[in-house]
T-cell receptor, first 110, second 115 residues
Framework: RKEVEQDPGPFNVPEGATVAFNCTYS??????FFWYRQDCRKEPKLLMS???SGNEDGRFTAQLNRASQYISLLIRDSKLSDSATYLC???????????FGSGTRLQVQP | ETGVTQTPRHLVMGMTNKKSLKCEQH?????MYWYKQSAKKPLELMFV???????ENNSVPSRFSPECPNSSHLFLHLHTLQPEDSALYLC??????????????FGPGTRLTVT
């Protein structure tokens, strides 16, 4: 089993739709979690950190489920500009290990 | 707009060449990272320098050699590379405290082609 797994997609959704991605991780000792977005041929950019209690930033909501070992990203009212690849990152501070998922591609269509 | 710069942006080198990639961060961070991104593969963490201590991925071949002279500059020295080393090499920086890694900011990357 991979350390961090994401559905590669693509997720094709119309503008205005709500879409959710999950990211599962195998290391129960993981402590920090992040979502990044990466546009085609660009560097990854931090979207949001994921806190234990869940957190929201505008149209984006991140959740952590430690019992089932996954994090999720919910995007409401999708915009064309949300089209990108979304990467999850899992950090195990004890092992000083930082692992990226392979990403989920989102395509928002007019 | 990004506080992390990388040079060169593109590099083509032969297998017998020696070259270096450079990264500089202007964000006041105390940790810097090298990643490799190949097509259809996850970002692979190669090296981390945190508070001048190096943490590395043991699977990285010795033909890649990092150098971190201070908290703002990071180099990746390349020698006798193989064609499969062709990839996008990304530098990142972040704050680091107590062994933890915080939000990372990436440079634009160096697109490396080994011929």
């Amino acid at each position: 089993r991979k350390e961090v797994e994401q559905d590669p997609g693509p997720f094709n959704v119309p503008e205005g739709a709500t879409v959710a991605f999950n990211c599962t991780y195998s290391n129960s000792a993981s402590q920090s979690f992040f979502w990044y977005r990466q546009d085609c041929r660009k560097e990854p950019k931090l979207l949001m950190s994921v806190y234990s209690s869940g957190n929201e930033d505008g149209r984006f909501t991140a959740q952590l489920n430690r019992a089932s070992q996954y994090i999720s990203l919910l995007i409401r009212d999708s915009k064309l500009s949300d089209s990108a690849t979304y990467l999850c990152v899992v950090v195990d501070t004890g092992r000083r290990a930082l692992t990226f998922g392979s990403g989920t591609r989102l395509q928002v269509q007019p | 707009e990004t506080g992390v710069t990388q040079t060169p942006r593109h590099l083509v080198m032969g297998m017998t060449n020696k070259k270096s990639l450079k990264c500089e961060q202007h964000l006041g961070h105390n940790a810097m990272y090298w990643y490799k991104q190949s097509a259809k593969k996850p970002l692979e963490l190669m090296f981390v320098y945190s508070l001048e201590e190096r943490v590395e991925n043991n699977s990285v071949p010795s033909r890649f050699s990092p150098e971190c002279p201070n908290s703002s500059h990071l180099f990746l020295h390349l020698h006798t590379l193989q064609p499969e080393d062709s990839a996008l090499y990304l530098c990142a920086s972040s704050q680091s405290q107590g062994g933890g890694y915080y939000e990372q900011y990436f440079g634009p990357g160096t697109r490396l082609t080994v011929t």
